[in-house]
């Protein structure tokens, strides 16, 4: 029985983050972002990947106690130096900034430098959701992707999220990486020993390949569109523009001199920006037409889409961020099923760090 | 030889505008976005929708003389009931006014319903770039493309266009259609008499095909990502995002409910929303930092891009925006190939309305 319930996951993650050197409060926050993506069934971005981040802040590439420099420089706009701090905290810190801009202005935008990898997008997308406030959230991250035409890792995954408050949570969150699949998914078939299929990934000679070793092997990920004559372009494009929004504007770290993720491999020399960049914002519903009345069409939006002709009549067409909902309402109840890989890991963290372990 | 070149090709359709009823200002900014299209290699967009343009004016779906209704609720965002416009002028007018908002507060933006196809994209983001402010824009369009797991045309092909000026013209425009591929691209094959990719289209029944026909043959468009494994859904989710920026939260029409361009539909009844929608704004680059410094990053972002290593030695790897640019300064100096059967279709207008043609 591998089930932990929400709460427990979220203390445990606290405590960890706690003998890390984190404040409480930091602590606590980190934790709710992880097991956020945890809950929502976006097993990649939850605490699956703390002992990275644990590496990292051991590395002293994370610094658990940072000091941010805010320049805003126009009435919606600036930057944070978010002085080596954990994505988790800058970038919702960045939001919540964009937040009160919104409240004046009716818009906001903030482009973080000096970060690091910010977990799953969404949570910082929607928390003006009680606010009726859409939001906006990219990241740049080490490269693993090519550019189209290209066979050199020049861009990382590079997510897009844009997230809607609807009705009684009946909202639209589109949170998707620029790249045709994650690196994630490579490394679920590594483990069970299959393939990939063919779109994801080509070798170090630039040719396209089913080995799920791919990147091990010097490969590299294909952004969305895959080929040529289907769009590759296209994704090519969208990953670009979050590494200009996010490293160029920011004044971050982008392209191929974005900082890796694993700490055994060291940052490149003269990065022309500090660490990982993020962007963020967020809009007023309010501020377009009453609130009211945009919810209610986004029903009618929903209602149109979901009551759509299916291909498989058993698969109904599906609103982007109600997967993730499903498993949220499931696992708020029942708990979340970690994997056993990730159950050792926090056992070994708990152990390292004298921590009583739930398990 | 049918090669027109850039001013003889926007006085005439100028004139054609003013023959349709449209002010003479009017006249040549449509005049302008049309052969900024032309200009610059997107022949789609450009001179050879004229004849769609003139059927929805004579059907009376076009308003040759709207009288906009700005609706400004915030300091940064509002909306535009542009009367029935045609969005090449609507659009262009909205962007003025997040420029004006922009002046003031770094960022603006402007959702527009009641309005028409705006083109293309790039010309009305890239207005703000003498001031070196980065554009967006994005419309929606008459539906072609299914949603994932989906064989109803409930999206058009919607594109998202993101302009980041660059110094001396080394700038960043992308600009892509949402679709795997673009209609127009169906029709080339038609007209060939050759299959299409498979990726871009599903028949009636939802299977792939390879018809070059499919849209005529009631089938529909496939989303950017083409198939489930590669990231169809995430096209879709793009798709979906353009249609509520420019549908849902501006108060025009939205999904199935967008507007035929071809004047032999009826346009549906019981809408949801008036006409077609657009979505755009803009951020001023010294709203983040001294826009030296970006440009300066930026030319490094290109360099670093132009230079990777790319499959084939003698295809360099391509920044979004150069292809186009590329053909803008050939345009420029030898004027525009425009295709036989577009300059037949300029003359017969020229006929009709008794204008001298250039041809």
């Given at each position: 029985m591998n089930n932990i319930s929400k709460n427990d996951l979220t203390d445990l993650t606290q405590q960890i983050f706690e003998h890390s050197g984190f404040s409480e409060k930091d602590s606590r926050h980190c934790a709710e972002v992880l097991v956020f993506a945890d809950v929502r069934g976006i097993d990649s971005h939850g605490v699956a990947r703390l002992p990275g981040y644990l590496r990292l802040i051991d590395a002293g590439r994370i610094n658990p106690n940072p000091i941010f420099k805010w320049n805003i420089r126009k009435s919606t706009t600036g930057t944070l130096?978010?002085?080596?701090?954990?994505g988790l905290i800058s970038a919702s810190a960045a939001m919540k900034k964009t937040i009160e801009i919104c409240d004046q202005f009716g818009s906001g935008w903030i482009a973080v430098n000096n970060s690091n990898h910010f977990g799953v997008a969404s949570y910082h997308a929607t928390l003006g959701f009680s606010k009726n406030y859409m939001g906006f959230a990219m990241t740049n991250a080490s490269p693993l992707v090519v550019p189209a035409?290209?066979?050199?890792?020049?861009?990382?995954?590079n997510p897009i999220c844009i997230a809607i408050p609807g009705k009684n949570g009946k909202d639209f969150i589109l949170d998707m990486?620029?790249?045709?699949?994650?690196?994630g998914k490579l490394e679920i078939a590594q483990r069970n020993g299959i393939d990939i299929p063919s779109g994801w990934a080509i070798d170090s000679d630039g040719k396209e390949t089913i080995s799920a070793n791919a990147i091990k092997d010097n490969g590299a990920l294909l952004p969305l569109g895959s080929q040529e004559n289907t769009g590759l372009h296209k994704g090519y494009g969208l990953g670009s523009w979050v590494d200009i929004f996010s490293g160029v504007i920011s004044g971050a770290a982008f392209g191929p001199w974005c900082p890796p993720f694993v700490a055994f491999l060291e940052p490149k020399p003269n990065?022309?920006?500090?660490g990982l960049g993020h962007f963020v914002g967020c809009w007023d519903l309010d501020g377009f037409q009453n609130s009211d009345i945009i919810q209610k069409n986004l029903n009618v939006w929903r209602k149109a889409f979901e009551e759509s002709n299916p291909i498989n009549p058993n698969k109904p067409v599906l609103i982007p961020g109600d997967p993730e909902k499903k498993f949220q309402q499931e696992r708020e109840s029942n708990g979340i099923p970690l994997n056993l890989n990730v159950v050792k890991s926090l056992e070994e963290i708990c152990n390292t760090h004298n921590i009583k372990s739930p398990f």
């Open positions: 130096d978010a002085d080596g701090a954990i035409g290209g066979k050199e890792r020049m861009l990382g995954t990486a620029t790249s045709a699949a994650a690196n990065t022309n920006g500090k």
